[in-house]
Every structure is written in C-alpha cells, then in structure tokens.
Nanobody, 125 residues
C-alpha cells in the first residue's frame, strides 16, 4: 500500500529552523514530482515547494523563497523541507504530496494523487 509519512514538525521560535521529512513507501516508485503544501486554521491549503524527482528542479512559493529548501534522497525515497528563519505566519500543518502521474501541476494540489497525513509546525513570536 502506497503511503507518505511526514516527520520533523514541532514548536520553534520565530527565526528558528526545522527540517521536515517525508518518506515514501509502497507503490510510489513512479514519481514525477513531490511537493509540500501547508494549511493554517481557517485558510485554504497552499503550495510551499516542489521538486521534480528526475531532474531535481525545484519550485517555491514566493512567501518562502530564500528561506526554505526542498531536496530529495532517491536512495531513501525521502523528500526534505529545510525551513530557516521561520515566521509566525509559517505556522500550519505541512503535508507531503506525490505526483505519480506526471500531471505537471506543480503548485496545484489537484496535481498530486498521494498525500501524507501532515505534521504540525508551530512558530512562536
């Protein structure tokens, strides 16, 4: 059974750092892209970052450019999100997502067909 499992969330002070991980297992060998999305209370889920698995091209939301870095480890079937200089507005549940079908909708949640359960990131001011 295909699944994505996120880890690494937690409580951090503003200006601090966290690294999220997302491990893929099961029927996840077909990977066009993996992405991170986030959803804060009362808000819609929004795109954060994505990486094209084969080329390692990366894409970022404007709000996180220069602070967040997405990367992947093919051998560990894992994608990471390094988050630096965190701000209170970064607080949200962060979800990992996998596009197995090559939808190419990198920043659109509809382009991803497998999702993790999310990990909470809390940033205190």
């Amino acid at each position: 059974q295909a699944q994505l499992v996120e880890s690494g969330g937690g409580l951090v002070q503003a200006g601090g750092s966290l690294r999220l991980s997302c491990a893929a297992s099961g029927r996840t060998t077909s990977r066009y892209a993996m992405g991170w999305f986030r959803q804060a209370p009362g808000k819609e889920r929004e795109f954060v970052a994505a990486v094209i698995w084969s080329s390692e091209f990366t894409y970022y939301a404007d709000s996180v450019k220069g602070r967040f870095t997405i990367s992947r480890d093919n051998g560990k079937n894992t994608v990471y999100l390094q988050m630096n200089n965190l701000k209170p507005e970064d607080a949200a549940v962060y979800y990992c997502a996998l596009d197995r079908g090559g939808s190419r909708s990198i920043d659109n949640s509809n382009g991803y067909d497998l999702w993790g359960r999310g990990t909470q990131v809390t940033v205190s001011s």
